[in-house]
């Protein structure tokens, strides 16, 4: 009668990496959730299943993603961009407006610096072929890989080949 309730038969935790995205973690469960279907049909054959009930206060619903849920809010801290980017990548892609331009940002990290804190959130600290590091409202975050709009996917040494990219630009939190 209700979506995704009733008696658990079976689970199991999946560790989840800072370098896993929204990809990387849907092959993990894909996974984990083939083996265990296996087993937990074994274990109705046998009739051997304990049933586990649901913890109702413990369920979340997650709306459908739109297009705008992938804008990149850079007042938020480092590690919520960066889990952002993780979580939104393949669509809608975690996107900015940079120099009049929309760039979908598809890797990062998240970093410290010295200089966290004395810049805008937005605004780009550092651009070399290692990355582009922008200050959020908390924290640094390294931007690895992007793609300008109509692009393919590039590491940011090969982006910085055609766009020029400067200390003092800014990543806007607006389409």
Known sequence: ?????GDIIMQEEVEILSSD???TLS????EAGADLLLKAVDAIEKR????????????????????????????????????????????PGAFSDLNGHKVKILATETGESER???HRPGEIIKVGPDGIEVSCGQGIINVKEVQAEGGKRLAVSEY????????GDFFLSSP
């Open 27 to 30: 092959v993990k469960l894909s």
């Open 48 to 91: 051997s299943e304990r049933l586990k009930k649901q913890k109702d206060e413990e369920a979340t619903f997650t709306p459908r993603l739109k297009k705008e849920d992938g804008l990149i809010d850079w007042k938020r801290s480092a590690a919520e961009v960066h889990n952002k980017v993780r979580a939104m990548f393949g669509w």
């Open 160 to 167: 910085l080949l055609g766009h020029k990219v400067r200390v």
């Open 116 to 118: 966290a804190g004395a």
């Open 1 to 5: 009668e209700k979506m995704d309730a």
């Open 21 to 23: 995205n929204a990809q």
